[in-house]
């Protein structure tokens, strides 16, 4: 059984970094990427990785995030720099399995003071 379990969340100042880790339980899932809902705002997908080199980004995050995952430690990983209060957001841990279906994590706030 899947079980995904962020971690890494906090409150930083704006231009500052942060770094999620997404640790999953179960069986190795090949996409696996991060959401983000800021409030009032509908969930946006803001980056993935499928296996372990072709990554995506959403615009807003292009050249400031990189994800990245480390099979041994079955974990994925979301390095946030140069952070802006308008990444501020709750981040889900995403998993899609060949099947087609999706894993969600608990979510893990981020918070980027002006």
């Known amino acids: 059984q899947v079980q995904l379990v962020e971690s890494g969340g906090g409150l930083v100042q704006a231009g500052g970094s942060l770094r999620l880790s997404c640790a999953n339980s179960?069986?190795?899932?090949?996409?696996m990427g991060w959401h983000r809902q800021a409030p009032g705002k509908q969930r946006e997908l803001v980056s993935f990785i499928i296996g372990g080199g072709n990554t995506n980004y959403t615009d807003s995050v292009k050249g400031r995030f990189t994800i990245s995952r480390d099979y041994a430690k079955n974990t994925i990983y979301l390095q946030m720099n140069s952070l802006k209060p308008e990444d501020t957001a709750v981040y889900y841990c995403w998993g899609r399995s060949v099947t087609g279906r999706n894993y969600w994590g608990q979510g893990t706030q981020v918070t980027v003071s002006s």
């Open positions: 179960g069986f190795s899932i090949n996409t």
